[in-house]
């Protein structure tokens, strides 16, 4: 492979939701500039290929987790996981982005050189290199999920298995299952495995709130009937933008009310059959932590049946048979499934240099939700954690677009975010869920006022993203 072959103009890391997306939007609005996509793995589709547990499904509505640019025309509006692969391999193939794809390329350093004004990047087989670098690895490891040190895990005499690493050849039929969790994955998991399992538990340390959507958007798919495709994606994504924007909002404004109101929402699906109180009400205020989607219900219906149950309680320690719970109950399993998060992983743990000093990415300030502060022609694509992940992923190509034609324009070879006054730090995400409170150390901080500060309002972004000047007193252009 010879050096003609091996240097773009741009490169982007991953080929997931968000890797796909931008490289639809560079070609399309940058098609000068030569691309590659660098896959560790040897499929496209990121998380929607990695994760094969039963149900795997959509947290967020399809309108909205959906790319701008290709409208979704399943009937489906929270969709299941094969569903939104195909979607992704859709959008690569009709574009013609598959033949930029680079697979088994594992990025394990980048290095940028200002004599060159270039990023180095070394993967598993061979170096490439850009001007400009787009990271789309997500924000957790792939290699494996989270789980806790729980004692006695080698005297279980059953199987532990974590959902991210999902044996599809696992026999759970007839069986006692106990998964460990309540958040997206434990939700979708267990009315799953009630289909075929004897029973199932759902044991957490502590409840999340959880509410019941329709599976499909009456409204989207009636326009659809009467409306072009894109015409009829357009409003339905808008409407579904606009209710996700003022649920998030009013959750923040009205914490108390809300937070009763999800609770008797709750109670409304159960009835009398659960104490929801202990089992529903968390301790927290909604959206500090993710609020989590059952599509019909379908998790409120199996817990009314005997095919499945919720337990509240502390682990003690497993046994050979379950596990032991400090109120002093055993839970009897066959399998014992962990859904207790995930690991996360800034830049997919690509170790980075600039000129020969090595980045840590505590250090690093944010720009907006996408770049670093004194770090060149690098951008990292993250989604919301307050809305569909597709929605930011979208602004930030369309960004890095505009970004590119300055460049262009002003004949520059190097930009960047400079930080040139004191300004007070907090976490990049205020969000008090476990994956995130594990991991403040570890990640870039941001600013407490614009453009350092990232405010998860879609609007808000929608608006500096797309029409905001780059002459803002914080990009450097040289």
Known sequence: MNESETYFDVLIIGAGLSGIGVAHHLQSKCPNKSYAILEARDRIGGTWDLFKYPGIRSDSDMYTLGYSFKPWIGDKAIADGPSILEYI?????????????????????????????????????????????????????YKEGYTPDFEGTETFKGKIIHPQKWDTTLNYENKKVVVIGSGATAVTLVPELAKKAAKVTMLQRSPTYIIAAPEKDKIANGLRKILPAKMAYFLARWKNISVQLMFYNACIKWPAFWKKLLVKGVKKELGDTLDVDKHFKPKYNPWTQRVCLVPDGDLFKILKTDKAEVVTDHIERFTEKGIQLKSGDELEADIIVTATGLKILIMGGIKVEIDGKKISASDLICYRGMMFS?????????????????????????????LLHKMDKTKTKKCYPKLTEDMELEPLMDFQSGYVLRALNAIPRQGTKRPWKLFQNYLLDLFNFRYSSLDDDVLRFE
């Open 89 to 141: 391999k859709e959008t690569a193939s009709e574009s013609g982005i598959e033949q930029h794809i680079r697979f088994q390329q594992k990025v394990k350093s980048a290095s940028w050189s200002s004599e060159k004004a270039q990023w180095t990047l070394s993967t598993n087989t061979t170096q490439y290199a850009c001007n400009f670098l787009i990271n789309c690895t997500g924000y957790y490891d």
């Open 374 to 402: 004194d770090v060149p022609n690098a951008v990292v694509v993250v989604g919301y954690t307050n809305a569909s992940w597709t929605l930011k992923c979208d602004l930030t190509a369309e960004y890095i677009c505009r």
